[in-house]
């Protein structure tokens, strides 16, 4: 990692109460969600199924809009573009998500003009992704948290994407030039 650059992950939750994901992983937020300094948060990652339709997950959905007027990273995957869908938020910002029809479901929904038929996107300091590609999801946000040189990062992405042992030795590289 650069040396400028330090992050702390936190999980949030709307309680501390455990969390069982659609996979069965079980998870315990670290916080809760008005335990969140967002003076001190870099980004705000949504996850998960379509349960962000629920009511329960307004107070998460309102942050997120803040997050974007203050210029920080907000990355929504899967399910969780749906919650951008309600909240409005993909009717102002380029996006996609698992497809066009998933989203055109929620009501408040009127980005169809700003939906890009790709697996994953970004546009400011926005990143949404379909379920079917959390890698370039994840390139994307370190890109725009700037934790990587692009160097380390395309050395990175290739490397799992497609796992030649050759990106493999450039992520090793690189990974030492910025260490030194």
């Not at 992950?9 to 109460?17: A, C, P, Q």
């Not at 996006?95 to 697996?119: E, M």
């Amino acid at each position: 990692m650069k040396e400028t650059s330090s992050f702390e992950l936190f999980t949030v939750g709307i309680s501390k109460e455990p969390v069982t994901t659609a996979g069965g992983l079980k998870i315990v937020p670290d916080i809760c969600i008005n335990e969140m300094d967002e003076e001190q948060a870099a980004a705000l990652l949504l996850i998960g199924p379509d349960t962000w339709m629920e009511d329960q997950h307004q107070p998460i959905l309102e942050r997120t809009v803040s997050f974007l007027e203050a210029g920080k990273t907000v990355a929504a995957i899967y399910g969780a573009t749906l919650g951008l869908a309600k909240q409005g938020i993909l009717n102002r910002y380029q996006h996609t998500g698992n497809a066009l029809f998933y989203l055109q479901s929620i009501d408040t929904y009127k980005g169809y003009s700003y939906y890009i038929d790709k697996v994953a996107v970004q546009d400011q300091n926005l990143i949404t992704a379909s379920f079917a590609v959390s890698l370039l999801w994840i390139k994307y946000i370190m890109e725009n948290l700037k934790l990587y040189s692009e160097q380390t990062l395309d050395a990175w992405y290739r490397y799992f994407s497609i796992g030649q042992v050759e990106y493999f030795e450039k992520l090793i590289a690189s990974f030492n030039e910025e260490i030194h």
